[in-house]
Structure formats: structure tokens, C-alpha cells
């Protein structure tokens, strides 16, 4: 279930469209373009609105992680209320017009966002259950192309400094040869913003064709990658071509790593601290004075 303390709910909405029925594209339409009268309707009413169903009315509410419309529309007057601005330069693409204030405001605001809303559909058992088969893993086999090569990449350096024995490549072949070689004690963690890349899907098909633990870190709904996860980790974020949706997603990623890597450092608080401050004092070495 969604936090609600947080939720930018017309992002959320955005961020699921491609997964959207006929129905639930006529239902976020709607939504998105009119979503201070919600407030006031009950499902009849915007079911006539939006040309739907009542019923459909409740599965997109349930859809988007809600018990059922009242929830849905308790949390629309929530953010009308705390005047949650959903205006579209947010998320427009930065042009050549733009002012060094404006692109400064335009990335930090979409940063921020992604950050808030990731954190709203975080579930922490899923968390605890990842952190958990983490720490009883083997080796832990990380796949990521493209942008989500260099947050698997991040990821790497953290479970290193912990003693986690990782591998990681940046070649797909090499990938592939990894993944052909993992056992059912070592887990595979996929990260791809989509959900649909195919090379990270074929790794982590073939690692779990192997018998290994698999994890996902993919944006919200149902994608490829998700579907052939034992765990899925969710973020949200807007990514439409070179919009900045783009370039926060990779933050989203990154706070799911940051959340992970803090858990892992709980529950092995007795030990992990002594290897951070080995690795620590060998990297300050090489510093310049």
C-alpha cells in the first residue's frame, strides 16, 4: 500500500500509463486533467464523467495501490489540499531557452519528486526480504545496462566495502557468461528503469533458469523484468525522451541502493562498521594532502 504522507498521486498516475487498459487511459486522463472535482464525486459520478464503470473506478484504484476509491479520493483532497503543484513544466525538456536558474530549478525540482514519490511505494518488508537473502547469498551477480550499468556500478563499490562478495560486468557477453554461472546459494539483481531492457531480461532469465534468488529494481507496474523477479522493487519516476525524467530516474534507482545498503549495514551492525573503517582508512591514503 502507498505511504500517505508524501505521494504525489498525478505522478504516480503518469508514471503507470504505458500499463494502462483502454479503460484505465481514459480513467488517468481524466484524473490528471481534472483532479481538484474528484474530491467532491463519487464512482458513479466519475464513472460517468469518464465514460467508464464503477467497477473499473475501484480496480484502478486498487491498481495504483489504494483499497478502493475512497482511499483514492482522500488522497486527491489531500494533495489539493497541501497545493501540490502538478504543472507540466516539471516534467517539460530543458531547451536551449532556458536559463542556467531555470534548468537549476527544473532538475532539482524533478529530483526531489523522484525521491518523495519512490519513497511513497516503498514497501519495507520487500526491503527486509532483499536485505535479508543479500546477507545469506553467496555471490551477489548485479546486471544493468546503460545508465543502470553505473547505479549496479554503485552498488558494487557499497557491498564491496562491506566484504559482500559481488560481481558485475559492463559487457553484455561477459553478463551473459556470469549468469550462466550462478548457482541457487548466489541471487541476481537486476536494475533497469523500464523493466524492459532486453539484455538485463536475458540475465536474469538465465540466472534464475540456474536455480539463483532473483531481484528487480524497475519503475512501477507490470514489465518483463518484474514479471520473472522473485522480488521487485519499485520506483517511480516520468521518463518520455530527453526529458528530465531521464536523468532523475537514475536517482530513484540510486535511493532504492542507499535504502538497501542501510538496512544491510543494521543488520550486520557488529561486523560490517570494522570493514568500513578498514576500506575507509586505505582509500584516505591516497588523497592528496
Known amino acids: 500500500m502507498l505511504r500517505r504522507d508524501s505521494i504525489d498521486i498525478i ?13 484505465e487511459k ?3 486522463d481524466y484524473v490528471i486533467n481534472n483532479y481538484h472535482a474528484i474530491c467532491d464525486m463519487t464512482a458513479q459520478q466519475l464513472a460517468e464523467e ?3 464503470s464503477p467497477a473499473a473506478i475501484v480496480r ?15 488522497e486527491i483532497a489531500k494533495s489539493t489540499k497541501s497545493d501540490i503543484s502538478y504543472e507540466k513544466q516539471i516534467y517539460e525538456q530543458i531547451t536551449a ?10 532538475v532539482a525540482n524533478a529530483h526531489v519528486s523522484a525521491v518523495k514519490n519512490t519513497r511513497s511505494i516503498i514497501k519495507p518488508e520487500i526491503i527486509d526480504e532483499a536485505v535479508d537473502d543479500i546477507l545469506n547469498a553467496e555471490t551477489i551477480h548485479l546486471f ?15 557491498l564491496v566495502r562491506i566484504d559482500v562478495k559481488t560481481s558485475l560486468y559492463s559487457d553484455y557477453h561477459l553478463q551473459l557468461v556470469s549468469a550462466s554461472y550462478i548457482h541457487e546459494n548466489d541471487i541476481a539483481i537486476a536494475i533497469s528503469n523500464s523493466g524492459k531492457t532486453k539484455e538485463t531480461y536475458n540475465n536474469l532469465k538465465l540466472a534464475k533458469e540456474r536455480g539463483a534468488k532473483t531481484i528487480s529494481i524497475t519503475h512501477m507496474g507490470k514489465n518483463p523484468i518484474a514479471d520473472i523477479s522473485d522480488i521487485n522493487i519499485n520506483t517511480v519516476d516520468i521518463e ?14 540510486l535511493t532504492v541502493i542507499d535504502i538497501i545498503f542501510m538496512n544491510l549495514i543494521k543488520k550486520k551492525y557488529d561486523q560490517i562498521p570494522k570493514h568500513i573503517i578498514e576500506t575507509g582508512s586505505i582509500i584516505s591514503g591516497l588523497k592528496l594532502k
Open 11 to 23: 505522478k504516480v498516475i503518469e508514471s503507470l500509463e504505458s500499463t494502462f487498459s483502454l479503460n
Open 26 to 28: 481514459k480513467l488517468s
Open 50 to 52: 469518464s465514460k467508464t
Open 60 to 74: 484502478f484504484s486498487k491498481k495504483l495501490g489504494f483499497r478502493g476509491f475512497k482511499e483514492f479520493r482522500i
Open 97 to 106: 531557452n532556458d536559463s542556467t536558474e531555470t534548468i537549476v530549478s527544473k
Open 144 to 158: 544493468g545496462v546503460g545508465s543502470s550499468y553505473v547505479v549496479a556500478l554503485d552498488f558494487q563499490f557499497k
Open 240 to 253: 518520455q525522451g530527453f526529458r528530465i525524467g531521464a536523468i532523475s530516474s537514475r536517482i530513484s534507482q
